[in-house]
T-cell receptor, first 111, second 109 residues
Framework: AAGVIQSPRHLIKEKRETATLKCYPI?????VYWYQQGPGQDPQFLIS???????DKGSIPDRFSAQQFSDYHSELNMSSLELGDSALYFC??????????FGNGTRLTVT | GQQVMQIPQYQHVQEGEDFTTYCNSS?????IQWYKQRPGGHPVFLIQ?????EVKKQKRLTFQFGEAKKNSSLHITATQTTDVGTYFC?????????FGSGTKLNVKP
C-alpha cells in the first residue's frame, strides 16, 4: 500500500538559508499535518491542511510557511534558517480523523 | 490549551519484565491513539481507543481508555528487546492530535 512520501530524506543548510520540504500524502487522505521533532522530544505540531486549505496552526514560526497544492502534495518552506531549526520534520496524513500515517521524515541540519 | 501528559519519560527494564506508560489529558477526548517510534524511525500507529472504559489487546500489549475518556495506559507483558522504542499517546479532538511527550523504553537482554 502507498505510504506518505517525504523528500528529501536529509538536508544540510547553513544559517540564514532557505529550505523546502515536500510531502506526498496517501491518496484520498483529506488532511495533511506537519510536525517538528527535536532530539528526544515528542512531535510538535506545526500546521495542517484539510482539502488544500489551511485548517490549523500550531507552533510554526513566522519564518516558515506551508501550502497544499491541487495534486494534494504539500510543501513546508523555511526561511532565515537558525541552528535551532535542526530537527526531524515529519509529514503525516489522515482521512476524516483516522489514525495518522507518518512519512519517514526529513532530517534537517542547520550549520 | 489542551494538554496530554505522559509518564514516565524513560523506563529501563530487564527483558521479561513488564512495562506500563500512562497518559492523562486535561480535557475529554474523542479518542486516543498510541504510536511507537523506533530509534531513527517515524511514529507508527499501534491502536485507537474510542469508547469509555475500552480495553484492547495486541499480543503482549494491553491498552486501556479511562471511563472519563481523559486517561489511557499501555501495558506490555514480558518485554522483549524488540519492544525498544518510544511510545507516544495522542489524544484526538476535532481533527487535532495532541501528543504526549512519549516514554522511551529500553530493554536489557
Amino acid at each position: 500500500a502507498a505510504g506518505v512520501i517525504q523528500s528529501p530524506r536529509h538536508l544540510i543548510k547553513e544559517k540564514r538559508e532557505t529550505a523546502t520540504l515536500k510531502c506526498y500524502p496517501i491518496p484520498r487522505h483529506d488532511t495533511v499535518y506537519w510536525y517538528q521533532q527535536g532530539p528526544g522530544q515528542d512531535p510538535q505540531f506545526l500546521i495542517s491542511f484539510y482539502e488544500k486549505m489551511q485548517s490549523d496552526k500550531g507552533s510554526i514560526p513566522d519564518r516558515f510557511s506551508a501550502q497544499q497544492f491541487s495534486d494534494y502534495h504539500s510543501e513546508l518552506n523555511m526561511s532565515s534558517l537558525e541552528l535551532g531549526d535542526s530537527a526531524l520534520y515529519f509529514c503525516a496524513s489522515s482521512d476524516e480523523g483516522s489514525p495518522l500515517h507518518f512519512g519517514n521524515g526529513t532530517r534537517l541540519t542547520v550549520t | 490549551g489542551q494538554q496530554v501528559m505522559q509518564i514516565p519519560q524513560y523506563q529501563h527494564v530487564q527483558e521479561g519484565e513488564d512495562f506500563t506508560t500512562y497518559c492523562n489529558s486535561s480535557t475529554t477526548l474523542s479518542n486516543i491513539q498510541w504510536y511507537k517510534q523506533r530509534p531513527g524511525g517515524h511514529p507508527v500507529f499501534l491502536i485507537q481507543l474510542v469508547k469509555s472504559g475500552e480495553v484492547k489487546k495486541q499480543k503482549r500489549l494491553t491498552f486501556q481508555f479511562g471511563e472519563a475518556k481523559k486517561n489511557s495506559s499501555l501495558h506490555i507483558t514480558a518485554t522483549q528487546t524488540t519492544d525498544v522504542g518510544t511510545y507516544f499517546c495522542a489524544g484526538h479532538n476535532f481533527n487535532k492530535f495532541y501528543f504526549g511527550s512519549g516514554t522511551k523504553l529500553n530493554v536489557k537482554p
